[in-house]
């Protein structure tokens, strides 16, 4: 990483923390050594000690904030997951997430937009940073049905593993009958349709199948049919954000945990360590307010910002976690 570029990095957070207090976003700061790093099946966390873990992201933590009053609120910090190093990953990452009581989902994309748009303003004033991608508002939106109508030919509601079986083996990608639905739909997404987002400005995704979306409340589309109510931020393959309209329901939130851990039992076995659900988390959501809220990859968006290709052009320095 060149001095130039950690100037900018830096500028950059201070930027994102200019912007949240401007709108009375309150800063917090979350533990490091946790028992409940996070609850997906696929994201496996890192194991310091026995039975204590570093976050997969601050979320439960920031939701027990919540709970406790305090209706907006932002975080940058380091976040853990042990996944392999890429051009677009690493294991040790900073994570910018914000949480807003009281709003939509619409709404909170325009937050999202004007975001990325006052950051891209002010590096362009300080220092003379051309975009390579074109951050004007508003950015297009899709579903993720009609991404797979348009580039798959096929509408997911009332689709089954079957039916994404066979397209799968129509466009000469491996699959069979034994797979679960999600993760056909899955190589369906990776293969035909990620790669024919946007790639000359961001975009929004919504509406996700609920299989996906354990920790997000449900919206019905014109015709009834249930979708997870959430949205990710795109530009092109790489992925920027996450974005939820917060489940606050404690017995359904139980109810989905122990659906993703059972998923990630099946899957992983021993090789994926194991953690209790967080009873204090479940406890917390239902004294939460009607909250929307969202993770953004802090090196993600300052590669975006600055045009880099690697993520190692914003990191200053490696991190040395190694896997056996």
Not at 140 to 169: H, M, W
Not at 280 to 294: A, F, K, V
Not at 306 to 318: C, M, S, T
Request: with cysteine; net charge negative.
């Amino acid at each position: 990483m060149s001095y130039q570029n950690w100037r900018k990095r830096l500028y950059i957070e201070r930027l994102v923390r200019e912007f949240f207090w401007s709108l009375d976003y309150e800063e917090t700061r979350t533990p490091l050594f946790v028992i409940s790093p996070g609850m997906e099946p696929h994201i496996k966390p890192i194991e310091v000690l026995p039975g204590v873990f570093l976050p997969t992201s601050p979320e439960f933590a920031m939701k027990k904030l919540l709970a406790r009053g305090m209706p907006r609120i932002f975080q940058i910090c380091s976040s853990f997951r042990d996944e392999p190093r890429s051009p677009e990953h690493s294991p040790e990452f900073t994570m910018l997430e914000f949480y807003e009581a009281n709003t939509t989902l619409v709404q909170f994309q325009t937050r999202v937009e004007n975001l990325f748009s006052f950051l891209a303003g002010k590096l362009k004033e300080n220092f003379s940073q051309t975009q390579t991608v074109n951050l004007s508002t508003p950015w297009p939106r899709f579903t993720v049905n009609e991404l797979f109508i348009q580039y798959a030919n096929i509408d997911l509601r009332g689709s089954t593993s079957k039916t994404l079986s066979d397209l799968c083996k129509v466009h000469h990608l491996p699959a069979d009958e034994s797979e679960s639905w999600d993760d056909l739909y899955f190589k369906i997404w990776l293969n035909l349709i990620e790669n024919k987002l946007p790639t000359h400005q961001p975009c929004f995704v919504t509406h996700y199948p609920v299989s996906q979306s354990s920790l997000c409340n449900r919206v019905k589309d014109q015709d009834g049919f249930e979708w997870a109510n959430r949205f990710e931020v795109y530009v092109g393959k790489l992925e920027l954000g996450n974005a939820f309209d917060e489940l606050r329901d404690s017995k359904t939130q139980r109810e989905n945990f122990i659906k993703d851990q059972r998923i990630r039992a099946e899957v992983y076995g021993d090789s994926y360590p194991t953690s209790p659900l967080d009873e204090e988390l479940l406890s917390s959501i239902e004294q939460m307010q009607p909250t929307c809220g969202i993770a953004i990859g802090m090196d993600r968006l300052a590669m975006l910002l600055l045009g880099a290709r690697n993520i190692d052009e914003v990191i200053p320095l490696a991190t040395h976690w190694r896997k056996e």
